[in-house]
C-alpha cells in the first residue's frame, strides 16, 4: 500500500482527480478503500499486484502508523476510493510485506519524488514504463487491464455522465460534450438549470429525484434543447443512485443513449398500423411459408374471423374451392416474378358463404433481397358485383316486362347459331307483334297498355319451352327463339302453342275484357340466314306478310313453309272440331280363319271425315294428335266406342271373338289408363 501525498490546491479540481486517479489504477500496486476518517473498507476495487495477491486487513495498523492512506472527499466517491489531502507534503514509507505472504518489492520511492515535483506528468511517465514491463511480461491481457476509465467511457455512444449530491456534473464524456455542443470544462460544476432551459432542466432534476426515491429509473421521452441541430431529439436514459458502504447518498450516474432514429421507426410502424387498423379493406400479414402473422383493418369484418383464430394458420382456411389449380399457379408466378398479384378471388366467410374479394399481395423483401413477408389487402366486393349485375340486367333486359332486351336477344341467336352449326340442327326466330295494340293505348292509356305488355309476357313465358327464350324488342314487339327445331311440324306446334297466349280476354282496371291476337313471322337457320341480323330481318319481313294475309295469323319467310305450315294448322283446328262435334267414326275389320272361314274377332279402326278437309288419312292425322296433346283423348274415345259396339253385338247374339284396338305408346304409360278402361 503507498500513500502519495497530493497539493491541496488540487482539492477542487474533480476532473484533474479523476484523471490522476485513473493514471494511478494503471500502476500494478495494490489499492485499499477508505472512508473520509480513514478507516478501512473492506471492498477491493483497484488493481493487484501481478501475482494477484493483496494485503489482509491486518496491515492496517501498519499503514495508519507508517504513511497516509489515498483518500478522496466523501461525497465525491468515484467507485475506487476516497482521497483526502491533509498537507503540502507527507512522508511516505511504502508497505514492502505482509505477514503471511511474501509479496514482490516494489521500489516506489522514485515514483514518490517524481509525484512530489510533477505528480500529473512523472506518474504518468513512470506508470508507462511500469506497464510498458508488464506488458512484455504478461502479453495483450494486461494492456486491456489497463485501460483508464475516462478512456473507456469516452469509447462509448452512449452519454454517461456522474451528477454529486448537490446536482453538480462531476464526470462526463465525449459523447456529452458533442450532443450537448459544449466542453467538459463548461459542463463540469455545472447543473442542470445552468445548462438547459428550465422545462428540460426540471425534467432531468425530477428524474434524479425518482431515481433516488426509487433505486433504479430508467425514462423516454423527447428532448428539446439538449441539441441545436435536432428539433426533435429522443433518450432513453437509465439513472441510478451512488451510494457510500454506509449507504450514504453520494449522487447520481446516468447513461443514456438515442433513440431518435429508433422512434422515428417506430412512429411510422405505429401510423401505418393506424393506417391499417383504420382500413375499410381488410389486411392480412404471413410469413414467407404462409403461416398468419397478423391481421388489420375490416378482417374481422370481412370474413367472421377474429385475429386470434387465424394467427398460426394458413390462409388455405379461407379457400372457396371455386378456383383450379391453374388459377393459383398464376397467382404464385406473380408474386415470384413480379413481387406482386391483383385480381379478383372468391373465397369463404366463417359461417361458409362464399364471397368474392378484389384481392392484392405483395411481397416484402428483406436487406438481402429475400421474400420475409406477404402482405394482403382485399376487399369484400360483393355488393359491386351485385351493381354490376343489375348494371348488366339493365343493360340486356327490357326494364317493363324483364325479358331480355335486343341486345341480349341478338347475343343469343349468335351463341345458338354456333351451336347449331356444330350440330347441323335448325333454329327459329318468332317475331310477334300485336294486331292494333296502338288502339288499347290510344283508347285506354299506356298504363293499361303496359300492364297488358306484362301480362302477356307472362302468359308467352309458360307457353315457351324450357330451353326457348323469350325477347321484348320494343313495344308490343316479341321474339321466341326457339334454338333445336327438328322439323316443319314441330315448329308448327310450337306456334300453336304461342298462339294460345291469347285464347283468353286480358283484363284491364275497370275490368273491361279484351281480346288481342297477334301476327307472327318466322325464320328459319340456316335456310332464312346464317347471322342474328338477317333471321330477325326476315322474320320481321315474314310477320309483315302475316299482316298483309289478314292478320291473326303467322307466316314464313319461306313461301313454301307458310303454305305447308298453314296446312298443317287447318289440320290441327279440324282435328280440335272433329273430337268436340264427334265426327270421328270406326270401322271393323274381320279377322278369318282360313281353314274354317270363320271370324274369330275384329280390329277396330279410327277414321276421320272432315266436311272441308274431307276424308283424312290417320297416317296423317294420328302423328299431329300426339303433337298436340290430343292423342289420349281420342284413344279413350275409341275405346269407349269398341267397348259400346261389343256391347251390342253380344246382346244381338252375334259372336264375334275379340275386338282389337290400337292404343299409342303416350296412352299407355297414362297411370289411369286401367281405371278409364274399366269405365269404358
Known amino acids: 500500500m503507498i500513500d502519495i501525498p497530493i497539493s491541496s490546491k488540487y482539492w477542487q479540481n474533480w476532473q484533474h482527480s479523476v484523471d490522476l486517479l485513473s493514471s494511478f489504477s494503471q500502476c500494478a500496486v495494490v489499492v485499499r478503500v477508505v472512508n473520509a476518517s480513514g478507516q478501512y473498507c473492506p471492498k477491493l476495487s483497484s488493481a493487484s499486484l501481478d501475482n494477484h495477491q493483496v494485503l489482509e486487513e491486518s496491515c492496517i495498523a501498519d499503514l495508519a502508523n507508517n504513511s497516509h492512506i489515498i483518500k478522496w472527499p466523501s461525497r465525491a466517491v468515484f467507485g475506487y476510493l476516497?482521497?483526502?489531502?491533509?498537507?503540502?507534503?507527507?512522508?511516505?514509507?511504502?508497505?514492502?510485506?505482509?505477514?503471511?505472504?511474501?509479496?514482490?518489492?516494489l521500489k516506489l520511492q522514485s515514483l514518490i519524488a517524481l509525484c512530489i515535483h510533477n505528480i500529473e506528468l512523472e506518474l504518468s511517465e513512470v506508470c508507462r514504463e511500469h506497464r510498458q514491463k508488464n506488458q512484455l511480461e504478461r502479453g495483450p491481457i494486461a494492456s486491456l487491464e489497463n485501460v483508464s476509465l475516462q478512456l473507456f467511457i469516452d469509447s462509448l455512444k452512449e452519454h454517461i455522465w456522474i451528477k454529486d449530491t448537490s446536482g453538480r456534473y462531476v464526470v462526463c464524456n465525449q459523447s456529452v460534450e458533442r450532443v450537448w455542443g459544449k466542453t467538459r470544462e463548461e459542463i463540469i460544476n455545472k447543473t442542470d438549470e445552468e445548462l438547459f432551459v428550465a422545462d428540460l432542466a426540471n425534467q432531468f432534476i425530477q428524474a434524479d429525484h425518482d431515481a433516488v426515491d426509487k433505486g433504479i429509473q430508467i425514462t423516454t421521452g423527447?428532448?428539446?434543447?439538449?441539441?441545436?441541430?435536432?428539433?426533435?431529439?429522443?433518450?432513453?436514459?437509465s439513472?441510478?443512485?451512488?451510494?457510500?458502504?454506509?449507504?450514504?447518498?453520494?449522487?447520481?450516474?446516468?447513461?443514456?443513449r438515442n433513440i431518435s432514429q429508433h422512434k422515428a421507426v417506430q412512429e411510422e410502424l405505429e401510423m401505418t398500423g393506424r393506417i391499417f387498423e383504420n382500413s375499410v379493406e381488410g389486411?392480412?400479414?404471413?410469413?414467407?411459408?404462409?403461416?398468419?402473422?397478423?391481421?388489420?383493418?375490416?378482417?374481422?369484418?370481412?370474413?367472421?374471423?377474429?385475429?386470434?383464430?387465424?394467427?398460426?394458420?394458413?390462409?388455405?382456411?379461407?379457400?372457396?374451392?371455386?378456383?383450379?389449380?391453374?388459377?393459383?399457379?398464376?397467382?404464385?408466378?406473380?408474386?415470384?416474378?413480379?413481387?406482386?398479384?391483383?385480381?379478383?378471388?372468391?373465397n369463404r366467410r366463417k359461417n361458409g358463404a362464399v364471397f368474392p374479394q378484389m384481392l392484392t399481395i405483395s411481397s416484402v423483401f428483406g436487406e438481402d433481397g429475400e421474400v420475409r413477408y406477404f402482405v394482403a389487402v382485399f376487399a369484400d366486393i360483393t355488393l359491386q358485383k351485385k351493381s354490376e349485375a343489375e348494371l348488366a340486367h339493365q343493360a340486356y333486359h327490357d326494364p317493363l316486362t324483364k325479358l331480355p332486351n335486343r341486345m341480349a336477344l341478338i347475343s343469343l341467336i349468335e351463341q345458338d347459331i354456333r351451336h347449331a352449326e356444330v350440330q347441323q340442327g335448325q333454329l327459329a326466330t318468332v317475331f310477334i307483334d300485336v294486331d292494333f295494340f296502338k288502339h288499347i293505348n290510344d283508347s285506354f292509356g299506356h298504363l293499361a297498355g303496359d300492364k297488358i305488355l306484362v301480362e302477356l309476357a307472362g302468359r308467352l313465358t309458360k307457353l315457351k319451352g324450357s330451353e326457348d327464350t323469350?325477347?321484348?324488342?320494343?313495344?308490343?314487339?316479341?321474339?321466341?327463339?326457339?334454338?333445336?327445331?327438328e322439323g316443319n311440324e314441330e315448329l308448327t306446334l310450337a306456334l300453336s302453342k304461342l298462339r294460345k297466349a291469347f285464347e283468353q280476354p286480358f283484363i284491364i282496371d275497370n275490368n273491361e275484357p279484351i281480346r288481342l291476337t297477334a301476327s307472327m313471322g318466322v325464320s328459319v337457320f340456316p335456310h332464312d340466314g346464317k347471322d342474328s341480323y338477317t333471321l330477325l330481318r326476315n322474320a320481321d319481313s315474314a310477320k309483315h306478310r302475316a299482316k298483309q294475309d289478314g292478320?291473326?295469323?303467322?307466316?314464313?319467310?319461306?313461301?313454301?313453309?307458310?303454305?305447308?305450315?298453314?296446312?298443317?294448322?287447318?289440320?290441327?283446328?279440324?282435328?280440335?272440331?272433329?273430337?268436340?262435334?264427334?265426327?270421328?267414326?270406326?270401322?271393323?275389320?274381320?279377322?278369318?280363319?282360313?281353314?274354317?272361314?270363320?271370324?274369330?274377332?275384329?280390329?277396330?279402326?279410327?277414321r276421320w271425315c272432315d266436311p272441308v278437309l274431307g276424308n283424312v288419312s290417320p297416317a296423317k292425322f294420328i302423328p299431329i294428335a300426339e303433337k298436340i296433346g290430343l292423342i289420349n283423348e281420342i284413344g279413350l274415345w275409341v275405346l269407349k266406342q269398341a267397348c259400346q259396339q261389343g256391347v251390342k253385338w253380344i246382346s244381338q247374339g252375334k259372336k264375334f271373338g275379340r275386338i282389337a284396338v290400337n292404343v299409342a305408346g303416350q296412352q299407355l304409360q297414362e297411370r289411369l289408363l286401367l281405371m278409364k278402361l274399366n269405365r269404358c
Not at 248 to 255: A, S
Request: one cysteine or more; glycine letters at 8%.
Open 470 to 485: 323469350l325477347a321484348r324488342i320494343g313495344g308490343d314487339e316479341f321474339v321466341v327463339l326457339l334454338p333445336q327445331v
Open 551 to 606: 292478320r291473326n295469323s303467322y307466316a314464313f319467310y319461306t313461301e313454301s313453309l307458310t303454305k305447308e305450315s298453314r296446312e298443317h294448322l287447318k289440320l290441327q283446328s279440324a282435328l280440335h272440331d272433329a273430337l268436340d262435334k264427334k265426327r270421328f267414326h270406326l270401322v271393323y275389320q274381320p279377322k278369318l280363319d282360313f281353314v274354317t272361314m270363320e271370324t274369330t274377332g275384329f280390329e277396330a279402326l279410327l
Open 239 to 256: 439513472k441510478v443512485p451512488l451510494l457510500a458502504e454506509d449507504g450514504e447518498l453520494l449522487g447520481v450516474i446516468g447513461v443514456s
Open 222 to 237: 423527447e428532448c428539446k434543447g439538449v441539441t441545436e441541430d435536432v428539433d426533435k431529439y429522443w433518450l432513453e436514459t
Open 283 to 346: 389486411v392480412l400479414i404471413t410469413d414467407r411459408k404462409g403461416e398468419i402473422l397478423e391481421t388489420y383493418g375490416a378482417f374481422s369484418e370481412i370474413t367472421g374471423y377474429s385475429k386470434e383464430e387465424v394467427v398460426g394458420k394458413n390462409p388455405r382456411m379461407f379457400s372457396s374451392g371455386r378456383h383450379d389449380k391453374a388459377f393459383f399457379t398464376e397467382l404464385w408466378s406473380g408474386l415470384i416474378h413480379k413481387g406482386k398479384w391483383h385480381g379478383e378471388i372468391w
Open 82 to 105: 476516497s482521497l483526502c489531502i491533509d498537507s503540502e507534503k507527507t512522508e511516505v514509507n511504502p508497505l514492502n510485506h505482509a505477514e503471511d505472504r511474501d509479496i514482490v518489492p
